[in-house]
């Protein structure tokens, strides 16, 4: 009986094979700025904060701390760096609704020009959902608790974790957080577990399709919280978080001797003291104020967002469920974050309501509804990056490196390495054409200069030369078409090397992480495919002097390419699409194009998006426009555009006038 009073208390853990020893820590990765979108330059111009440094070239930065961010790639790795770079302890309320089923279907319908079709997930998302659930339970476990430790690190001390899941994992969940977040109790009043909140929705099943169980209605929301000081974030008088008492309340209304109502609960000197505390037998109530909602949250039963909500995003939820959470437990001003951030409605309530925001979304097709959607409500200016170095991690996670995996790549195109060092490989194409094949380093993107290099390299490699050159980038300067263009106008009449540029696909790490062997080489080469880049080509600009030191500047898309349209023809549907796609797009590329913007002032460094047009979402989807016009100082300047189609890819391209 001595050693009773000895033991731990609290000391449950939810364990597994695979579970992670140690926690992720932060980690000094840059985020690379794609874009500064203004969605209403003429409001918004002169707000972006510019932080005054004396650089190496004394130039001015960007503040990004101050600025909303909208993330694109693994949310493990945009954590580490926000922890690296001064976030810890700062965001103020956490909403995350991670995928949790394992047979999901994360496909986006499209509207075009009437005809409809299914945009498929990146190579890249469909890898990240099938690793999550490869091994079962484990793997989903082994995806999410290292990044719900690092949400603890990220969270302010009187911020609030809200996580959105169901009953096939809420109960792993539970004992998760409480390890992470510590236990709760008298001594910790507030801290670790706050609520388990049931949204009640319209019944999805009905008993005569499933006889042998109870049909689903809900799903769950458990929210968690570092310490007590959470208790003075709780907004319980925001209108968000109540409703209207219920009929037989305010029929049992009275009031007392000074006009204050109340509602009475019991009869004094009750026999029930466990029913009836007699010091709350009178409740006073604000009828025009209502009710604090339970845990029980039956007040909006459609599973499905508002008709002027849907962007037709397969996981989207109703923007009323943000908004009660983010009222609840943030303040103006406060910091939102959303690390699965789908279609952006944690970001776009939190715009609305005065809060700023971060989000984070591995796919394209999810970054490219929230840009829409921000654009669309004229949202305050906002930052689209991407992970530094992404590349680079991503191989060095597989435990590779960089000539190794050049040496890799170079194999599964198809290519016989020439060296180690060099990233230059041979190839004989199916045209019976002998191919120099090139890959590019993962951290830095392939030039035009790099280009005609290794064109006039070619020519006269290995005696004979070589008649195609193809190069499979990681990424591409900004330009780098018409850059390309104009370095090999002069070499027209001299040089004979065709160039293919080819993109590397993101599932090359899945394949690095297989291609062990030379045997493992041959049947992974057939499933990868390097697309070419896609074209653009602007119109020359037309001017108009306006008078008043103004100029009317027009400018255009002549043309954009895709060499290849992804779209899957391994069944007579996806090829029926693919051929009529393919027809629309001869007709018409703007067809392709899901946004483009416009940065009348490039700097040469960050775009920045000052004029937007974009398809829409859903039944507002619409072909874009290929001419913009502005009025704006008479001066010379670098005009450069940005250019996404409705596969995620993007092209840019600049002019100056």
């Keep these: 009986m001595a050693n009773e009073k000895h033991r731990k208390k609290d000391s449950a853990r939810l364990v597994w094979d695979s579970k992670p020893r140690r926690a992720a820590n ?59 770079q001064g976030y810890e302890g700062k965001i103020n309320l956490i909403y995350i609704d991670p995928p949790f089923d394992s047979k999901a279907d994360y496909s986006h319908r499209m509207t075009i020009e009437g005809n409809e079709f299914t945009k498929e997930p990146s190579v890249i998302e469909r890898l990240a959902y099938k690793d999550t659930w490869a091994g079962g339970t484990d793997s989903y476990l082994d995806m999410l608790y290292p990044r719900l430790q690092l949400m603890n690190r990220l969270l302010a001390e009187d911020g609030t974790l809200y996580l959105h899941c169901d009953w096939r994992v809420v109960h792993y969940l539970k004992v998760i957080l409480d390890e992470i977040f510590g236990p709760s109790g008298p001594e910790r009043e507030g801290a670790g577990f706050k609520s388990e909140i049931i949204w009640f929705h319209q019944v999805i099943g009905m008993p005569r399709t499933n006889p042998f169980y109870f049909p689903k209605s809900h799903e769950t929301i458990i929210s968690y919280s570092k310490s007590e000081k959470v208790k003075t974030k709780f907004n319980s008088d925001s209108r968000a978080v109540r409703k209207p008492f219920s009929d037989s309340v305010l029929k049992s209304m009275k ?80 910091i939102v974050a959303d690390f699965f ?85 041979v190839k004989k194409a199916a045209d019976g054409i002998d191919e120099l094949v090139y890959v ?109 030191g103004k100029t009317r500047i027009k400018i255009g898309i002549k043309r954009y390419v895709l060499m290849d349209i992804p779209v899957s023809q391994t069944s007579e549907q996806g090829t029926k699409d693919y051929e009529a796609l393919m027809r629309l797009a001869k007709d018409n590329f703007a067809v392709l194009i899901d946004y483009w913007a416009i940065d009348w002032e490039y700097d040469g460094c960050t775009f920045k998006s000052q004029w937007q047009a974009f398809r829409g979402n859903g039944k507002k989807a619409k072909t874009v426009p290929i001419i913009a016009t502005e009025t704006l100082e008479k001066k010379k300047r670098v005009i450069a555009v940005r250019v996404v189609d409705i596969f995620g890819n993007d092209a840019g391209a600049t002019v100056e006038i």
């Design 255 to 334: 009031t007392d001797e000074n006009g204050n109502s109340y509602y009475s609960r019991g009869r004094t000197g009750t026999v029930n003291p466990w029913a009836y505390d007699p010091k709350y037998l009178k409740t006073k109530i604000d009828p025009d104020k209502g009710v604090l909602v339970s845990d029980v949250w039956d007040d909006w039963r459609s599973y499905q967002p508002a008709g002027n909500e849907k962007t037709n995003f397969a996981t989207q939820k109703p923007e009323f469920l943000l908004n009660r959470i983010i009222e609840a437990s943030s303040g103006e001003g406060d």
């Design 440 to 548: 590019g380093y993962p951290d830095r993107p392939v030039t035009a200069k790099k280009a005609e290099e290794l064109a006039l390299q070619a020519e006269k490699l290995d005696g004979t030369g070589y008649k195609r050159l193809v190069i499979l980038g990681w990424d591409y300067e900004y330009n780098y078409h018409q850059a390309l263009e104009a370095r090999l106008k002069g070499q027209k009449e001299r040089l004979k090397v065709a160039i293919q540029s080819r993109d590397i696909p993101p599932d090359i790490y899945d394949y690095l992480k297989k291609a062990k062997t030379e045997e493992d080489i041959e049947p992974l080469a057939e499933k990868v495919h390097f697309y070419e880049r896609p074209y653009l080509k602007l119109s020359e600009p037309e001017t108009k002097d306006e008078g008043g």
């Design 26 to 84: 932060p980690k000094d990765i840059e985020f690379q700025t794609a874009e500064v979108v203004i969605p209403n330059p003429h409001r918004d111009e002169k707000q972006i904060p510019i932080s005054f440094k004396d650089g190496l070239f004394g130039e001015n930065e960007l503040d990004k701390q101050k600025m909303n961010r909208l993330i694109w790639g693994d949310n493990l790795l945009a954590m580490q760096a926000l922890l690296a």
């Design 341 to 425: 951030a789908g279609s952006g409605t944690t970001g776009a309530v939190a715009e609305r309501l005065g809060r700023r925001w971060i989000m984070c979304e591995l796919g394209k097709v999810g970054v490219q509804v929230t840009r829409a959607r921000f654009v669309e409500m004229g949202a305050k200016p906002f930052l689209i990056e991407n992970i530094g170095n992404y590349q680079r991690e991503m191989i060095y996670l597989t435990g590779g490196r960089i000539w190794e995996m050049q040496q890799l790549v170079l194999k599964l195109y198809g290519a016989t390495p020439r060296d180690k060092t060099s990233g230059l490989g």
